[in-house]
Nanobody, 122 residues
Framework: QVQLVESGGGSVQAGRSLRLSCAASGTIVSINAMGWYRQAPGKQRELVAKIQSGGSANFADSVKGRFTISRDNAKNTVYLQMNSLKPEDTAVYYC????????????????WGQGTQVTVSS
């Protein structure tokens, strides 16, 4: 089994910054993409940012220029640096990872963290 543990959420005022971390542990052969999604009340879960094992990343248009994503492959950890936060960034943020769990199979299995609340007040 694989566990994703998120940390770093909280409540901040608009314009401030937060950094989220997500560490994967368990039966891990390798991890392909790691990313962050968010879900605001009454809305669907949406992709915020995703980073491949080689370092290439993509972002939602709404966070481009404000958020950065990085990862430490040795620690199986992904980070989301959120700057210039806006009230519309308020949501539960979920970590996601596509994990290879067996050396006998190349299949990647998606895993999710439990979510961490980010609240931005105006």
């Amino acid at each position: 089994q694989v566990q994703l543990v998120e940390s770093g959420g909280g409540s901040v005022q608009a314009g401030r910054s937060l950094r989220l971390s997500c560490a994967a542990s368990g039966t891990i052969v390798s991890i392909n993409a790691m990313g962050w999604y968010r879900q605001a009340p009454g809305k669907q879960r949406e992709l915020v940012a995703k980073i491949q094992s080689g370092g290439s990343a993509n972002f939602a248009d709404s966070v481009k220029g404000r958020f950065t994503i990085s990862r430490d492959n040795a620690k199986n950890t992904v980070y989301l640096q959120m700057n210039s936060l806006k009230p519309e960034d308020t949501a539960v943020y979920y970590c996601n990872a596509d994990v290879r769990v067996s050396v006998l199979s190349p299949i990647l299995t998606p895993y999710w963290g439990q979510g961490t609340q980010v609240t931005v007040s105006s």
